[in-house]
């Protein structure tokens, strides 16, 4: 693929990731409706899913490809906190009420991971129980936000629908085209970065923590953006905490138990503890249920440190 073709396949996958995101919002708040959830679960449980960043972390591990398989779990997260939540707090601020268990919970999934980082070897034992801490923390966000004022409007209702009938099929469809076409977009967007970044040449940590990682969630900017555009605050932190998640529990503990891998030494000493501390900023920031402009710019700043530092590190 030509640097034409891989820029325009970038800028139509954006494009293609817009479009799908609108739909999954729709799906996802009338799949909610129709369930009788806060549309804050139903975005943890779908939009927190991230297949293509589970796939490349576990083949990256089964080839041995530390940098990669790690990357796809503290780089990736990073770039969500510092990138995705920055940034779409920046063009439109966040104001979402999170129950104060569920705060604890993002603030407490990085430190988590850090048990799959003890003794130099991602171990089988560490990656059972970040399954088993993945299993549960979703029970308990189901059971913990089920009638939780996200948005300041009230205790939620259970939805009464007598007299009316339910088309379910609508917010289905539209949940489960938004995720198809949404992945297709974002193919597009990752095929394209990475044929315009194969043309130079990048130390391995640097494409594990930071380019890969961009490359493969790019399009999380416009699932954080974009309900936040639209007033569904709820949805956009139900994305935050789901995707974190997926990535530090789940994928982490997916790459333990299938494939244990040695850890860098660089990891530890600077992935991991940057991750945690930009987790808890961050957690500070929506404590007080809100996320400004400012808070959004420190998030940002903080990410431009730290691809500076993995630049100069590369460089020794």
Do not use: K
């Not at 966040?94 to 129950?99: F, G, T, Y």
């Not at 009316?164 to 394209?192: C, H, K, Q």
């Amino acid at each position: 693929m030509t640097a034409v073709l891989a820029a325009g396949a970038f800028l139509l996958g954006v494009v293609i990731v817009v479009w799908a995101t609108e739909r999954l919002l729709d799906g996802m708040v009338g799949l909610a409706t129709l369930l009788r959830a806060a549309p804050f679960v139903i975005a943890v449980v779908f939009s927190g899913l991230e297949a293509e960043n589970v796939a490349v972390g576990v083949v990256a591990a089964r080839s041995g490809n530390v940098e990669i398989a790690l990357g796809t779990v503290f780089g990736g997260s990073s770039f969500l906190v510092c990138v995705a939540l920055g940034l779409a707090a920046v063009l439109f601020p966040l104001r979402v009420r999170l129950p104060r268990g569920v705060l604890v919970l993002l603030a407490a999934t990085p430190v988590a991971g850090g048990l799959a980082l003890i003794g130099g070897n991602t171990a089988r034992a560490a990656g059972v129980v970040l399954l088993a801490a993945f299993a549960a923390s979703m029970v308990y966000l189901v059971r913990v936000c089920r009638t939780h004022d996200f948005l300041g409007e009230g205790p939620a209702e259970p939805v009464r629908t007598e007299g009316r009938p339910v088309r379910w099929w609508r917010p289905v469809g539209l949940t489960v085209l938004g995720l198809a076409v949404l992945t297709l977009g974002a193919e597009l967007i990752n095929s394209g970065t990475e044929t315009l970044i194969e043309r130079f040449s990048f130390p391995a940590a640097l494409m594990g923590m930071v380019i890969t990682p961009a490359a493969i969630e790019a399009e999380e900017v416009i699932r954080q953006a974009v309900p936040a555009q639209h007033g569904r605050h709820d949805v956009a932190a139900g994305n935050l905490v789901g995707t974190l998640l997926y990535f530090v529990l789940f994928n982490l503990g997916l790459i333990a138990v299938v494939a244990p891998i040695p850890v860098p030494e660089r990891v530890v000493v600077l992935d991991w503890p940057f991750l945690v501390a930009v987790t808890w900023l961050a957690t500070a920031f929506l404590w007080r249920g809100r996320l400004t402009r400012a808070h959004g710019a420190i998030l940002l700043g903080l990410y431009a440190g730290y691809v500076t530092a993995h630049i100069l590190l590369s460089t020794w």
